[in-house]
């Protein structure tokens, strides 16, 4: 659109068409329009953000301070160390990162072989596979954490890490199949194919040439599904009673602890995904849009 | 072709997938019928899900969680799709907007309803705000369970602000398919802006539109640790039913009487938006 309005301003406002002068600048002033519009989402989405950290970042008594001042009084880490020292959240921080990690592994190892089999190979049941995989997100798949959690007494790892991150497996696992399916599907075939007959077995190829090429995209679906698992509080909840991970330590001490102890809380929560969802920014259409298709 | 030669190959591959689906998602889900069909002993009967019927939260978690679907869908729908066509218009930087708009996507339901808890509450952002401009002379107490209007408008606006990226990455996925020739045809015709988003976009937008629907809405049916964060207990929804008679009444069969309801809610409001937005079959492929 801005290559339209290059060959509008060559020539002489004066002596352009009439309409076509309108139309130039109906533009500017829908272009205008367009970035107040981007301006006004973009507040929207991290006025709440800035709000919390500020609060976060107040030293303890400050965090009760009204009015509320936008331009922080006081920077410091009193509220987050207070949250930090606080019984139980030091481990369930780091359960929750060893859940995650657990969750990442088995997902990617079951799941990028079955999304390397359809973006590869046509055969027999390609489509119902994909068909199947497509509807398992027409469940709320959280809610069997509730029946899941009598199998996982009956086998001895209730209130485990593994209990967690068999559950969060399955909630990630739909994605990253066909998360991994279109990451192989952009990698030229004509290059696999190369190999193999520059003499390369099958999997000589897929190690040698497709896994080097993919290994970006699958590093960022790895990235997303550590940030699902982390994030994912109903099952963690359900599934633990004293090995809590972070969000069910926080969800279940919640309503009882103190505000400084909450807001900390919650930017523990989000520093890591704001983080994160920058390294995969470039992904995130890939990641998501293509699921859809 | 290899499938000649390696017929297996594939369904060697897709086979762990499948175990582990039909472990941790098909067995479960059947499991959760059958436990929402036993009593306590253990013996078949219907009792549980009386129970979950005549519980005295159960209106009111339905109701709740219904209502809350109603007031996000549409607010998040037109948000989502505000911001799809800003990113499809390539303004300046538009990484960066997408990065911007995006970043909900990796925050945590528990953490969104911190995070809005902290401006509702009653020394909070909001009431900063008002007072500034005059409008409240002393804080208001929002977040007060004798007044669910504002506990459910801020759970609305919690969820709004949260959720809404993932529906704006599928929008703008969805935009990128449109050929830029249907858009250019209509500039050629002189249509507005308003006529080429109704005219053109919005149907192309179909299945995209579809697909988000259907995700959007299931997700709204577990809606859980917001609704804690900033009712506490003022609100209750259908997954914080589950929670609490498995959690606290110890009763697992009517939490599992209550997951079923979700997974049956879910699977009606899925069936009904096939049903009322058809896409052409190769767009559902």
Redesign the interface.
């Given at each position: 659109?801005?290559a339209d309005a290059r060959p509008l301003a060559a020539v002489p406002p004066e002596r352009a068409p009439l309409r076509r002068r309108r139309a130039g600048r109906q533009r500017l002033v829908?272009r205008g329009l367009?970035?107040l519009?981007?301006a006004l989402?973009?507040l929207?989405?991290?006025l709440?953000?800035y709000?919390?950290t500020v609060?976060a970042f107040s030293p303890r008594d400050l965090v009760?301070?009204?009015?509320?001042s936008f331009i922080p009084v006081e920077i410091s880490t009193d509220s987050l160390a207070f949250f930090a020292n606080a019984t139980g959240v030091i481990p369930a921080l780091w359960r929750s990162v060893q859940v995650a990690i657990v969750t990442l592994i088995i997902s990617m190892?079951?799941?990028a072989?079955?999304g390397?089999?359809?973006a590869?190979?046509?055969?027999r049941?390609?489509?119902a596979?994909?068909?199947l995989?497509l509807s398992?997100?027409?469940?709320?798949?959280?809610?069997?954490?509730?029946?899941?959690?009598?199998?996982f007494i009956q086998w001895g790892i209730y209130d485990t890490i593994w209990a967690v991150a068999?559950?969060h497996?399955?909630l990630a696992?739909?994605f990253t199949?066909l998360i991994t399916s279109s990451i192989f599907v952009s990698v030229p075939r004509e290059l696999e194919e190369a190999a193999q007959t520059l003499g390369s077995t099958?999997v000589g190829a897929f190690f040698k040439v497709v896994l080097p090429l993919a290994l970006p995209g699958l590093a960022a679906a790895a990235i997303f599904t550590f940030?699902l698992s982390?994030?994912?509080?109903?099952a963690a909840?359900?599934l633990t009673l004293r090995e809590r991970t972070l969000?069910a330590l926080?969800?279940t001490v919640?309503?009882q602890s103190p505000?400084p102890f909450?807001?900390a809380?919650?930017f523990f929560?989000?520093a890591?995904?704001?983080i994160?969802?920058?390294f995969i920014?470039?992904y995130?259409?890939g990641l998501?849009?293509?699921v859809?298709? | 072709m290899r499938s000649q030669r390696l017929g297996w190959a594939p369904y060697a591959l897709l086979l762990p997938s499948l175990i582990y689906m039909a472990i941790f998602f098909a067995a479960p889900m059947l499991q959760s019928f059958g436990l929402a069909f036993q009593d306590q002993s253990g013996a078949w009967s219907t009792a549980s899900i009386e129970r979950m019927l005549r519980d005295a939260q159960f209106q009111r978690a339905l109701f709740t969680t219904v209502a809350l679907i109603v007031l996000i869908i549409p607010i998040q729908f037109a948000l989502a799709l505000a911001m799809a066509l800003v990113i499809n218009a390539r303004l300046k930087a538009s990484g960066l907007w997408l990065y911007v708009f995006a970043l909900p996507l990796g925050v945590s339901e528990l953490a969104a309803g911190i995070i809005w808890f902290n401006i509702f509450t009653e020394r909070g952002w909001l009431n900063t705000i008002l007072e500034g401009f005059g409008l409240v002379e002393r804080p208001y107490i929002f977040l007060n369970p004798q007044e669910p209007f504002w506990l459910i408008l801020a759970v609305v606006l919690a969820e709004s602000w949260r959720a809404t990226s993932i529906i704006m990455i599928i929008l703008v996925a969805g935009l990128q398919s449109i050929p830029r020739d249907y858009l250019e045809a209509a500039d050629v015709f002189g249509a507005t802006t308003m006529q080429k988003v109704r005219r053109v976009i919005l149907p192309l937008l179909r299945p995209s539109l579809q697909v988000a629907l259907i995700l959007r809405t299931i997700l709204a049916f577990q809606v859980f640790a917001t609704v804690i964060a900033i009712a506490g207990r003022g609100l209750t929804v259908l997954a914080a039913e589950a929670y609490r008679w498995y959690g606290d009444l110890r009763d697992v069969h009517v939490a599992a009487a209550y997951a079923g309801l979700i997974l049956l809610l879910s699977i009606i409001s899925t069936i009904l938006f096939l049903w009322l937005l058809p896409t052409r079959e190769e767009q559902l492929a």
């Open positions: 659109m801005t829908g367009l970035y519009v981007a989402m973009a929207w989405v991290l709440p953000v709000m919390v609060t009760f301070l009204y009015p509320k190892v079951i799941g072989p079955a390397y089999a359809i590869r190979f046509a055969f049941g390609r489509n596979y994909r068909l995989i398992t997100r027409a469940f709320p798949i959280v809610i069997l954490s509730i029946p899941l959690a009598i199998a068999l559950m497996t399955a696992l739909p199949v099958p940030v982390w994030n994912e509080v109903f909840v359900i969000p926080v969800l919640l309503t505000l909450r807001f809380a919650a929560m989000l890591p995904s704001l994160v969802i920058f920014r470039k995130l259409l998501w849009g293509r859809v298709k | -």
